[in-house]
């Protein structure tokens, strides 16, 4: 869970999160434990501090590697869907970025598994997290469209960076009844997709237009970063 942040970790007036809060009401996110995260969860410290000030407008702001936190409107919906069935015990969240889902989806008790392809970011969200306290996250620098298939069963799995139709599902690494959440690349645009899988099939709902960077394979070491 969000345990309260260390002193060294400061806090934009809670004016301003309550102010984006009432922006995603007026938006339609009506589910009170998603509003509540996000008002309590300090955004603009998961972004740049030259960008701290533009951390609760609705935007999507760089994180640098070429990935991006989605602005506020998108990540309540994505909590708002995984929630419709009750809070998840274990979610697996393939790409970490900067840490921001990871915490919020800690502070409503869930237990994160969350893997990050990108060295640098997966040890910045870290530190960050540990900063603030934050509790029952399990982190991974790997292969995201793998899986990780040794702490399975997941109650659900969540992608931040859009999958292609071609990627295999991650099905067999969720229990019976667990939800599956994903922008899909459909080639031309992206939709964001709820499935529900009982075990055989899957049964999908259409959240709506997004947009979100393209999930990659592999690692990007900071080794191999320098020598590129």
Not at 14 to 43: H, N, Y
Not at 155 to 171: E, G, Q, R
């Amino acid at each position: 869970m969000l345990q309260a942040l260390k002193p060294d970790v400061g806090m934009i007036s809670p004016r301003t999160r309550a102010r984006m809060v009432a922006r995603l009401r007026g938006e339609g996110i009506g589910d009170g434990r998603v509003l509540g995260v996000m008002e309590s969860v300090p955004r603009h410290l998961f972004v740049a501090e030259a960008l701290a000030s533009r951390a609760y407008e609705p935007v999507s702001l760089p994180i640098g590697y070429g990935q991006t936190i989605s602005q506020p409107f998108i990540v309540a919906r994505m909590l708002e869907a995984l929630l419709e069935d009750g809070i998840p015990r274990r979610v697996l969240e393939v790409g970490t970025g900067s840490g921001y889902h990871t915490a919020l989806l800690a502070a409503l008790g869930v237990e994160v598994f969350s893997i990050e392809r990108i060295e640098a970011l997966h040890h910045a969200a870290r530190e960050l997290l540990g900063r603030m306290g934050v509790t029952r996250v399990a982190l991974r620098l790997g292969d995201g469209s793998q899986g990780w298939p040794e702490k399975a069963e997941f109650d659900a799995i969540v992608f931040t960076a859009a999958v292609p139709c071609a990627l295999p599902p991650l099905y067999p690494q969720l229990r019976r009844g667990g939800r599956l959440l994903m922008p899909e690349d459909l080639g031309e645009g992206q939709r964001l997709r709820l499935y529900r899988w009982d075990g055989r099939e899957a049964f999908g709902d259409d959240l709506g237009d997004c947009f979100f960077v393209p999930l990659l394979a592999g690692t990007v070491t900071q080794r191999n970063q320098k020598g590129a």
